[in-house]
C-alpha cells in the first residue's frame, strides 16, 4: 500500500501543493497513492503523536511505501528526522522523499543507516542534556530566577500554540476527546484551554448542604 504524506505546521497553510507534487511524481514512478496523511501539527511533536504514527502503527504492513516531499516535513530538528526514521525501520516501512531524493527500506544499507541515526540521536540527546544542565547550573550561580516563582500564574500553556486549531477543530463541532488524540494529549489538557479561549464555560460545582 502507498501513503501519501503531508503535513503543514498550521491550518493556516496550503496543503495543496505537497499533494500536487507528490501526484506527479507518482505519476511519472507508475505508482497511486491508495491514501493520505495529512498532519496540521507542530514537526516538533514525534511520529507516535501525529496521524503519521497513529496509522502507520494501526494500519501498515511490512513492504508499505510512505512518500512525501522532502525530509523536512518529518520533524523540525535533526534529532526528530532521525528518530522518525528509525521508526519507519523498526516499522519495515519504506519511505522516499522527492526533493532530497530519498530512499529508506529494509536493505542491509538501511540498516546500516539505522544504527548511525540511532547512535546520532543517542549522542545528541546526551548533548542536549549536558547543556541545559551547565546551563541552568550557570544561572543559579549567577542568581537567577529558575522556574516560575512561587505562587506566579504560567502565561503560556502546553497547548497555547495550537490555540488556532483547537478553536477551528471546536466549532466543527469536534469532541474534546478527538482534538486531544490528534493533539498527543488527555482530553481535561483540551478542556482546560476550551476555558482559557473562554470557548466552554468550567462547570460550577456546589456544595453539598449539611
Known amino acids: 500500500m502507498v501513503y501519501g504524506y503531508i503535513r503543514v505546521s498550521t491550518d493556516n497553510q496550503n496543503t495543496q501543493n505537497q499533494k500536487m507534487e507528490i501526484q506527479n511524481f507518482c505519476q511519472r ?27 502507520i502503527m494501526e494500519n501498515c504492513k511490512e513492504g508499505d511505501l510512505i512518500i512525501c516531499t522532502e525530509l523536512s516535513r ?30 529508506l527500506s529494509d536493505d542491509i544499507s538501511s540498516k546500516v543507516i539505522s544504527f548511525a541515526f540511532g547512535l546520532a540521536a543517542e549522542i545528541e540527546r546526551q ?15 549567577d542568581g537567577k530566577q529558575i522556574g516560575r516563582r512561587k505562587g506566579q500564574k ?12 483547537i478553536r477551528k477543530q471546536w466549532l466543527e463541532g469536534k469532541s474534546k476527546r478527538a482534538i486531544a488524540h490528534q493533539l498527543g494529549c ?22 453539598k448542604r449539611i
Open 74 to 103: 518529518l520533524g523540525r530538528s535533526l534529532l526528530m528526522i532521525m528518530n522518525t526514521l528509525n521508526f519507519f525501520l523498526e516499522q519495515k516501512v519504506a519511505l522516499w522523499t522527492i526533493k532530497d531524493n530519498f530512499r
Open 186 to 207: 488527555s482530553w481535561e489538557t483540551v478542556a482546560s484551554q476550551l476555558e482559557r479561549m473562554n470557548l466552554i464555560t468550567k462547570p460550577v460545582r456546589h456544595r
Open 154 to 165: 504560567s502565561k503560556s500553556y502546553k497547548l497555547t500554540k495550537y490555540e488556532d486549531f
Open 29 to 55: 514512478e507508475n505508482l497511486i497513492v491508495d491514501s493520505w496523511i495529512e498532519d496540521v501539527i507542530s514537526g516538533t511533536k514525534s511520529p507516535q503523536q501525529r496521524k503519521l504514527g497513529q496509522i
Open 127 to 141: 548533548l542536549i542534556s549536558q547543556r541545559t544542565k551547565v546551563a541552568l547550573e550557570r544561572a543559579r550561580r
